[in-house]
Nanobody
Framework: QVQLVESGGGLVQAGGSLRLSCAASGRTSSHYVTGWFRQAPGKEREFVGAIRWSGDGTGYADSVRGRFTISRDNAKNTVYLQMNSLKPEDTAVYYC?????????????????WGQGTQVTVSS
């Protein structure tokens, strides 16, 4: 069992930055992958990016590549999502999730544990 808690969401103006954190506890493993997803009102949950537990591989959705960066601090069991140059279309609830694979999974059903989500609102 893995417990995940996201934090760092909030309201920011377009062009601004936010850093989300995802703190993990419980049965973590070097073979897990951590992903970030988001869901806007009336839309399906979509993949944002993912990082291997080892930190040696990341992947991003085309919509955020070059603006968002995922990193991790294994000593703190925490994964970060640095979001720069935010746009109003980035407004959503952001979730982190952990999957039982070492590959960069881009689909939500590939993840076993989810956090409660944190709201990000970008004003124009």
């Amino acid at each position: 069992q893995v417990q995940l808690v996201e934090s760092g969401g909030g309201l920011v103006q377009a062009g601004g930055s936010l850093r989300l954190s995802c703190a993990a506890s419980g049965r973590t493993s070097s073979h897990y992958v951590t992903g970030w997803f988001r869901q806007a009102p009336g839309k399906e949950r979509e993949f944002v990016g993912a990082i291997r537990w080892s930190g040696d591989g990341t992947g991003y959705a085309d919509s955020v590549r070059g603006r968002f960066t995922i990193s991790r601090d294994n000593a703190k069991n925490t994964v970060y999502l640095q979001m720069n140059s935010l746009k109003p279309e980035d407004t959503a609830v952001y979730y982190c999730a952990v999957g039982l694979k070492s590959s960069l999974i881009t689909y939500s059903r590939g993840y076993s544990w989810w956090g409660q989500g944190t709201q990000v609102t970008v004003s124009s």
